[in-house]
Structures are given as C-alpha cells and as structure tokens.
C-alpha cells in the first residue's frame, strides 16, 4: 500500500498489478520532497484509520498477463526456496523449474484459491471502500488523469519477468480456466476474456 498524506490518497496494489514500480516511481523517487510513503505489507489491503476519508486507488491487470508473470514470480521464488539464486550457485534454471511446474498446473492451482497473491483482484479488493481503477497496461495516463504523477514523468517497468508473449502460455483448456475463475476481473475492469495477440 503506497499513501500520500499531504495529497489525501492511498493506492492498494494486487501482486504483480504494478506495485514494485509505483514504489520507485512514487515513494523512492519521492524521499525527501513528498509524503509519499510504502507501509504495512506491500499488498496490505485494509485502509489504516486515519486514511479512512482518503482518495482510494487499486492497481489491476489483465488476468491473462497477470496469470504468466505470477507464475514466473513463483518460479523465482522456488529457486530463492532452494538456494540457487545468485553468485556461486547452480541449481535449475526458471526453464528447468517451468518443466516442474508447468504454468497449467499453476493455473489449476489459481482457480482454488489456496493462496491469496494468485487471488483475482476483485477477490483481493472486496473489502476496499469505493476506489478508481489504475489498469497496468494504461498505468502512466491513468496515473496522471487522476493527478497522481506529474505530466512527463516517465513510467520504470520493474520487477520484471522477461516471461515473452503471454498467447504463447494458453491452450484453450488453460484459457477456459482463467476465463472462470477471473470472470469477475473481466467485468469488473473492462478486460476482455479474450487472448491478447502480439
């Protein structure tokens, strides 16, 4: 959760909705010049007390994008579970653990629910009071429509997961299965339930 005292807002961030860059974009860049500030637990979803009155924003993204990059995120997290990241390591690569694990399986998983970052965002957001909609894929222009980032402030991408064209990861029986379970995320956001193309 990123909240900005001085300016009366407070933006809730789904995993991987953008969180990572809003922090470097509103809070590092920001230290010193702003009361920008990232509290609690990066995807705390419950608005503190003293922010009850504020402006409030939620990040989300098309469920089919966000699907691939929270299975790579995962596949990420394993190899840091194992101990094979970083200098001096070997240990399977995120292709190796992706034959492990295939994102079908993970897709599986997401429909069940068993842990909340895989959550659809409208599963994630139901407890927030009325909030805008920041939409990842028009971050920068709904950022400044709702006067939250400066004209001409470029938008990082960080936190990255290089995971290519998200087409490439769907079979119609996975695509089926995110069309289900995120029905709600399609609606409510404007998303259409179809594959986006290159």
């Not at 920008?36 to 608005?47: E, I, K, R, V, Y």
């Not at 805008?132 to 402030?153: C, I, M, N, Q, Y």
Request: proline residues 8%; aromatic residues 12%.
């Amino acid at each position: 959760m990123i909240i900005n005292h001085a300016r009366r807002w407070v933006i809730i961030t789904p995993p991987k909705t953008g969180s990572t860059t809003l922090r470097t974009l509103l809070v590092d860049e920001s230290a010193g010049r702003d009361t920008c500030c990232f509290t609690g637990h990066q995807h705390d979803a419950t608005l503190p007390r003293d922010c009850q009155s504020y402006g409030v924003f939620a990040t989300v993204r098309n469920p089919y994008d966000r699907a691939v990059s929270l299975w790579w995120h995962r596949l990420w997290d394993i190899r840091h579970e194992q101990g094979t990241v970083g200098a001096g390591c070997s240990g399977p690569s995120v292709a190796a653990l992706a034959c492990e694990h295939p994102f079908s399986e993970f897709v599986g998983w997401m429909a069940t629910a068993e842990a909340f970052f895989a959550w659809p965002c409208t599963r994630w957001l139901r407890f927030v009071p009325a909030y805008r909609v920041l939409r990842l894929e028009s971050l920068g222009a709904d950022l400044r429509r709702w006067r939250l980032l400066p004209t001409g402030r470029p938008i990082p991408h960080e936190n990255r997961t290089g995971h290519g064209p998200v087409h490439a990861y769907y079979t119609p029986e996975i695509r089926d299965v995110i069309r289900a379970s995120h029905r709600d995320d399609f609606e409510a956001f404007g998303y259409s339930d179809e594959l986006p193309r290159p």
